[in-house]
């Protein structure tokens, strides 16, 4: 059972002596990284197994399966997770179908690659052929640190001036203010444009009819909400963390290796941004916020170590 870890382990240690290449091309990079997607493949079904699992696959309504998008010709289920890369990852997917001509991953504008009807995603696919894909298909999914995730989603959405931004301040700001601020003013009311970020916990975490709507959106929904890992056992298991090693390991395993992973400037600063933001949160608060992301704190093996400096669950 914990053959891979020690596998992982013998890796490291013979990586760490020998010194690791910077390339991220080598066969020894992939190899290293493949244990690893290997180890956490492991982990989740470990901790899917702990876990009173109330339904299968075939009690799903086929709508819950709308985040996995389909590509038969590299046999690959994708399963989408807001701010987590996946602009990136839906620009390669329209590259690899043919859907755009120029090899640079960044010429695509991100509005094309998130416009509707862009891609085939498993809902509409039969439950025979559903069933085929998931036997013989790669099945990738790209995590992150689930509050991580809720605070880039937060100030994205919510804080920013984008017009995407606009967007969610006119539809979901303006009913948060409206729900959870006393004394609104009214161009607090009329625009919806200065959330705080407690005022966004309180909704997230506030549990009335009126909101669900809007509680429920992909940007903030839990991953394991919008792609069932125990479920669907996936083969390649991301992390934001380690992006660009996974990302060219799934490259690599789908045949795909001409395509070159856009890679990111470091986002700098995320555990103080962290810390800050969720300073403004009293400890109930948090517990609750903790109780809505806990499974994909477990079942990705991520902790609360870094913002409240323990472990809630
Ligand atoms: C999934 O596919 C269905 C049917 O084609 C479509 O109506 C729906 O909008 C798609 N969902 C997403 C999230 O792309
Ligand atoms: C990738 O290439 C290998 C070796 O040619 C082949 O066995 C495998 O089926 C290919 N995978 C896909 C998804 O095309
Ligand atoms: C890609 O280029 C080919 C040949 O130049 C052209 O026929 C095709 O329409 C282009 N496809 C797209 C999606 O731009
Ligand atoms: C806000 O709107 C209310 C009702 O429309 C109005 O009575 C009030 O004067 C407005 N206050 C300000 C500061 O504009
Ligand atoms: C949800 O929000 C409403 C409106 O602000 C409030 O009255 C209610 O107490 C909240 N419920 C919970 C469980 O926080």
């Not at 389909?70 to 620009?91: F, G």
């Not at 994205?156 to 409206?178: C, H, M, T, W």
Request: glycine share 4%.
């Amino acid at each position: 059972m914990h053959a891979t870890r020690i596998i992982v382990l013998f890796v490291c240690i013979t990586f760490c002596v020998n010194g690791y290449d910077n390339e991220h091309t080598s066969e020894h990079s992939l190899e290293l990284t493949q244990s690893l997607n290997l180890a956490r493949q492991e982990l989740i079904q470990e901790t899917c197994g702990r876990l009173p699992l109330k339904w299968g696959l075939d009690d799903l309504p086929p709508s819950q399966l709308e985040h996995i998008l389909v590509d038969d010709d590299h046999k690959l289920l994708y399963c989408y997770v807001p701010k987590v890369a996946c602009t990136n990852w839906k620009r390669i997917l329209m590259i690899l179908a043919g859907k755009w001509n120029d090899t640079d991953v960044l010429s695509i504008p991100a509005s094309l690659a998130h416009s509707p009807g862009m891609f085939r995603n498993l809902s509409s696919v039969s439950k025979e052929d559903r069933d085929i894909m998931l036997e013989n298909y790669q099945k990738m999914i790209i995590v992150r640190n689930p509050f991580e995730r809720l605070l880039s989603a937060y100030r994205n959405k919510l804080e920013g001036s984008l017009p995407s931004a606009k967007y969610f301040q006119d539809r979901v700001g303006k009913r948060i203010i409206k729900a959870f601020r006393e004394n609104p003013s009214n161009e607090s009311l009329e625009y919806g444009h200065d959330v705080t970020f407690k005022e966004f916990a309180l909704f997230l975490t506030n549990r009335s009819k009126e909101l669900a709507d809007v509680v429920n959106n992909e940007h903030w929904q839990p991953i394991t909400s919008l792609c069932h890992p125990c479920l669907i056992k996936y083969t390649l298991v991301g992390k934001y963390e380690t992006l660009l090693d996974d990302s060219l390991l799934a490259l690599h395993t789908i045949n795909a290796s001409q395509i070159q992973f856009p890679r990111l400037a470091r986002t700098s600063g995320t555990s103080e941004k962290l810390r800050k933001y969720f300073s403004q949160l009293d400890l109930p608060l948090i517990r609750k916020l903790y109780k809505l992301y806990k499974y994909d704190y477990k079942i990705f093996s991520y902790d609360l170590d870094n913002i409240v400096g323990f472990d809630l669950g």
